[in-house]
């Protein structure tokens, strides 16, 4: 072990124990078990992770609903997704995450759209059923190109006892067009992770084997789950698929549509991104039907190829021969981003701080460009997330688990990194402080980062970010 290593190691395990000096002692136990310092050969980070917040620490996560109306079902551009309660969850989760659809807003592409049933306070003591068929009714006619309908329900509705399935079952039939009720109230588990799964159920039991498609399959047909064309990833994604000779039948939630789901079942193979949102239905296809799938992952080149490869692994020598082929295309232009941006970012330390699969996957992108994590966790990662995040990290990487904002602040004020990588709620705290930043919960408002020409955009934002002249003209607390 080198003596750097050895340093940073405990240099890492000091700063664990200065942030939870600050708390009182029962809470200095239980966040105690979410800190670690990473050390190389184990299994896994060595956290405990997927339980329930501290109340009184500011923690960062989501909630259910959250998971389900803002990740798996919002995307899916054809059907008119109902925030049914209040109108402040609804507003609140409109627009915020920049999952690009094709299509006319309102007329056959409705994720651009806030519908909510806008609950009073009438409607909390008489009850919501009757108001939420007449919202349906309405829908329908204002938008009469739509697919469907979903319920996504906020935390008054569990609370009053609302039978949102009985209604949903009931207007199917009325309208003739599918209807899925999701039970997603905010107060349900410790995160949004709760709600993924929830709508990854609502997805099995609403919609595949519902109705009798007449898709024909064929030897190379894919399907894309889990990536939600933040600022365009999907497209970018599947141009390199179809490049090496694969037929993508189905991607979703970005950009996706009901028939996409439901034609999912004959794919041959799942192409899962979004571990965490959507390996329940994966798995539960696997079972069923008999789908293999892996997790791939495309930022970076190196990780683009490797990914690329696992994918041609399971089909004929015509597939891997144009894997190869697609890799071999674009080394040229890979090889000149890098020529362009690693000088002016080799050796750029980055903490990062989000959801879904980015604690781990981006590690890749910037070693690619010669940058170092050292610091990297989950707002509502499990168990299984944290042994996939061990085969990125390198040893000695401070992991942190539902961090909270004290602990993160605190964190980057020691190690002091070139680049944080979190939310839009962390955002302005760091950039105050003199720290360069990039939002990569939807990409700071650009996009796309998958793919090869993803990874040119990356490349450009993190130079942008770190080499900006504006940091001549601001200080750190620490350089003051």
Sequence with gaps: MSAVIEDTKVRNKTLI?????????????????????????????????????????????????AGSKGVVWGPIKDLVHVSHGPVGCGQYSWGTRRNYASGTGGVDNFVVMQVTSDFQEKD???????????VIDEINNLFPL?????????????????????????????I?????????????????????????????????????????????????????????????SRILLEEMGLRVIAQWSGDGTLKEME???????????CYRSMNYISRHMEEKYGIPWVEYNFFGPTKIAASLREIASHFDDTIKAGAERVIARYQA??????????????????????????????????????????GTGYEFGHGDDYQRTAEYVNDGTLIYDDVSSFELEHFVDKIRPDLVGSGVKEKYIFQKMGVPFRQMHSWDYSGPYHGYDGFAIFARDMDMAINSPVWGMTKAPWKK
């Design 333 to 374: 232009m890979n090889d000149a981003v890098i020529a362009k941006y690693k000088p002016r970012l080799a050796g750029k330390k980055v903490m990062l701080y989000v959801g879904g699969l980015r604690p781990r996957h981006v590690v890749g992108a910037y070693e690619d460009l010669g940058m170092e994590v050292v």
């Design 124 to 134: 909390i003591v008489f009850g919501g059923d009757k108001k939420l068929d007449k």
């Design 146 to 174: 739509n697919n469907g309908i979903t319920l996504q329900s906020e935390c008054p509705i569990g609370l009053i006892g609302d039978d949102i399935e009985a209604v949903a079952k009931k207007k199917a039939k009325e």
């Design 17 to 65: 124990t200065e942030v939870l000096e600050a708390y009182p002692e029962k809470a200095a136990k239980k966040r105690a078990k979410h800190l670690n310092v990473y050390e190389e050969g184990k299994p896994d980070c060595g956290v405990k992770s997927n339980i329930k917040s501290l109340p009184g620490v500011m923690t960062i996560r989501g909630c259910a609903y």
């Design 176 to 236: 003739g067009k599918t209807i899925v009720p999701v039970r997603c109230e905010g107060f349900r588990g410790v995160s949004q992770s709760l709600g993924h799964h929830i709508g990854n159920d609502c997805i099995r039991d609403w919609v595949m084997d519902k109705s009798e498609s007449k898709f024909e399959a064929g030897p190379y047909d894919v399907a894309i789950i889990g990536d939600y064309n933040i600022g365009g990833d999907a497209w970018s």
């Design 263 to 273: 034609k999912t079942p004959k794919a041959k193979l799942n192409l899962l991104h």
